[in-house]
T-cell receptor
Framework: AQSVTQPDIHITVSEGASLELRCNYS??????LFWYVQSPGQGLQLLLK??????LVQGIKGFEAEFKRSQSSFNLRKPSVHWSDAAEYFC??????????FGDGTTLTVKP | NAGVTQTPKFQVLKTGQSMTLQCAQD?????MYWYRQDPGMGLRLIYY???????DKGEVPNGYNVSRLNKREFSLRLESAAPSQTSVYFC?????????????FGPGTRLTVL
């Protein structure tokens, strides 16, 4: 069975600092991986996705993620965080028939 | 192009009451999903419809029923609401049947069962 672990429930960073959110997955084949962001009171929005090819993928809002098969990881990064990045972030692994599995989420707080 | 829409946005029910949550998408997507989101538990799949005319149970289907009315619409019904069903419900769609593609989410329905 597939699973996703986001080890950090809550992360606080200062505005302008770099960010890395961790994601580890368990999946029996080549994974399809996603990062979504959820602002308060909103639905989820796709930040980026990995299906195959280049292991470093670029997304919206200046985010990137790196797929590391050997570590079963798909960590999300941003070089310089903005106050508007405060939100909840979800890593997900996709499977057939749409049965994607989501992690429990990481809440990002940005200090001024 | 409204994407995925959900109605209502908020709802308060008493234990035992029934209600239907509505979801519609205008992206011509084949697959649609219903999730619930509870604090600290991420999103849990209730039901999904890989294509028009098919529905399947997800991780937490008990107490819910669904109807894929047509390609656009996918409704979630609570026949006899319980306080444990207090949650935020999200509908989502994706553009391929049987494929692990990105999902597009609606804004959610915040349901409280007293």
């Amino acid at each position: 069975a597939q699973s996703v672990t986001q080890p950090d429930i809550h992360i606080t960073v200062s505005e302008g600092a770099s960010l890395e959110l961790r994601c580890n997955y368990s999946y029996g084949a080549t994974p399809y991986l996603f990062w979504y962001v959820q602002s308060p009171g909103q639905g989820l929005q796709l930040l980026l996705k990995y299906f195959s090819g280049d292991t470093l993928v670029q997304g919206i809002k200046g985010f990137e993620a790196e797929f590391k098969r050997s570590q079963s990881s798909f960590n999300l990064r941003k070089p310089s965080v903005h106050w508007s990045d405060a939100a909840e972030y979800f890593c997900a692994v996709g499977a057939f028939a749409g049965k994607s599995t989501f992690g429990d989420g990481t809440t990002l707080t940005v200090k001024p | 192009n409204a994407g995925v829409t959900q109605t209502p946005k908020f709802q308060v029910l008493k234990t035992g009451q029934s209600m239907t949550l509505q979801c519609a998408q205008d992206m011509n997507h084949n697959s649609m999903y219903w999730y619930r989101q509870d604090p600290g538990m991420g999103l849990r799949l209730i039901y999904y419809s890989a294509s028009e005319g098919t529905t399947d149970k997800g991780e937490v289907p008990n107490g819910y029923n669904v109807s894929r009315l047509n390609k656009r619409e996918f409704s979630l019904r609570l026949e006899s609401a319980a306080p444990s069903q207090t949650s935020v419900y999200f509908c989502a769609s994706s553009d391929r049947a049987g494929g692990p593609y990105e999902q597009f989410f609606g804004p959610g329905t915040r349901l409280t069962v007293l």
